[in-house]
């Protein structure tokens, strides 16, 4: 029995860490965003491209008038329930 638990705690950071690394994608491109990075770039364009993938369902969700307020909103609400989820999975496994 040992060892079916400590297969799940080590699924359970493993979904921990996908999940965090979703979210630190997202921040970064709220960021990169926000300092009005050169999207030109091949990181920012690989960033955006992959935030844009992962929020694909909270962009544009918010309809606010500054453009600023409806990415970090959006991209935000995203990084904040795959954190959610993710580690509450995390523990679920865990437990």
Known sequence: MS???SGTNQAGRVIAVIADVMAFILGLWILMYLLDA??????????HDA???????????????EAWARVV???GLAAVVY???????????SR
């Open 51 to 65: 935030a844009a993938f992962l929020a694909g369902w909270s962009h544009d969700l918010f309809t606010f008038d």
């Open 38 to 47: 050169n999207r030109a770039n091949a990181l920012v364009d690989f960033v």
């Open 73 to 75: 909103a959006g991209y």
């Open 83 to 93: 954190l959610f989820i993710g580690h509450f999975i995390a523990g679920r496994l």
């Open 3 to 5: 060892r079916y638990h």
